[in-house]
């Protein structure tokens, strides 16, 4: 695995898009909020992006405004953000069909 610098990183987020950003099961403020940001962040630079968890997230992050994947398009980008191993994804809602094909993690 390669490790990017911050102008790699979003250098690989600006010619991409349609996006699925993937957190870790059992949802925390912190992978719901990283998720959310960077949802937010690639719709304004008008890219598509949403947002999947395998399980549900808490009321209290909904502030968080989380644009939650329906399937409403074919992901072409798979982005992991708070989670740093693959067993950390969960099983629910479809989350383990884009585990096997992430392109860029970002993690602390």
């Keep these: 695995m390669k490790q990017l610098t911050i102008r790699e990183a979003a250098d690989f987020l600006l010619r991409n898009d349609n996006y699925v950003l993937l957190t870790h099961r059992r949802p925390d403020g912190d992978t719901i909020g990283c998720g959310s940001a960077l ?25 968080t405004a989380p644009v939650p994947f329906r399937g409403e398009f074919e992901p072409k980008t798979v982005v992991a953000v708070d989670v740093a191993s693959v067993q950390l994804f969960g099983e629910n809602n479809g989350v383990p069909q884009y585990t096997r094909h992430v392109d860029l993690c970002i993690d602390h």
């Design 39 to 63: 949802c937010h962040a690639l719709k304004a630079l008008g890219k598509t992006a949403a947002v999947l968890c395998s399980d549900a997230v808490p009321s209290r992050y909904s502030f």
